[in-house]
């Protein structure tokens, strides 16, 4: 089954602005990451965010995390066109080594 | 080229036909899975091993699959009675670690259309 639900489903901004996701899960986690595809291809990592964390920052990225409301976000500032990609959520439970995917959220940049 | 690989990267077989997948992992991860992913959809789990043991399986995996990591080196993933409902993407991925906070490393997959 899928833990996560990203929001909004598809999202098509211009180069420069900031692109943010949303990602809902439904059970207890000890990290949440986040993944990038290109289409055909696999997965890159892009950030991880600990359940006892509340922010993290890498380059453009910034995830926030709140546990309470078990949801993530994503942002990518001044977005370029090859950030066009699908973005996932993904998180493993306190009780599975599974890492569970959410359906994803498919961002066009456009120049 | 020190990745994930997996072969063959595209398989085209015919409704009832057994196919085989392979994935070489990162040499030095301890840790193999197997996802399934469909268009527009995110991948869902199918199984996973630490080094040679199969630790968990998923409800998706019937007994149509089987996979398998001989010497906890590479894996196979074997489909046997291919059905149409079988065609998708099949990745593979493997991460280092023995707490729950390393990041999997995906090879490029390995699309199956079944006839």
């Known amino acids: 089954s899928q833990q996560g639900e990203e929001d909004p489903q598809a999202l098509s901004i211009q180069e420069g602005e900031n692109a943010t996701m949303n990602c809902s899960y439904k059970?207890?986690?000890?990290?949440l990451q986040w993944y990038r595809q290109n289409s055909g291809r696999g997965l890159v990592h892009l950030i991880l965010?600990?359940?006892?964390?509340r922010e993290k920052h890498s380059g453009r990225l910034r995830v926030t995390l709140d546990t309470s409301k078990k949801s993530s976000s994503l942002l990518i500032t001044a977005s370029r066109a090859a950030d066009t990609a699908s973005y996932f959520c993904a998180s493993n439970s306190n009780s599975g080594y599974a890492l569970n995917f959410g359906k994803g959220t498919s961002l066009l940049v456009t120049p | 080229d020190t990745g994930v690989s997996q072969n063959p990267r595209h398989k085209i077989t015919k409704r009832g036909q057994n196919v085989t997948f392979r994935c070489d992992p990162i040499?030095?991860?301890?840790?193999l899975y197997w996802y399934r992913q469909t268009l527009g959809q995110g991948p869902e789990f199918l199984t996973y091993f630490q080094n040679e043991a199969q630790l968990e399986k998923s409800r998706l995996l019937s007994d149509r699959f089987s996979a398998e990591r001989p010497k906890g080196s590479f894996s196979t993933l074997e489909i046997q009675r291919t059905e149409q409902g079988d065609s998708a993407m099949y990745l593979c991925?493997?991460?280092f670690g023995q707490g729950g906070d390393e990041k999997l490393f995906f090879g490029s997959g390995t699309q199956l259309s079944v006839l």
């Open positions: 059970t207890s986690i000890n990290n």
């Open positions: 991925a493997s991460s």
């Open positions: 040499s030095e991860h301890n840790r």
């Open positions: 965010i600990r359940s006892n964390e």
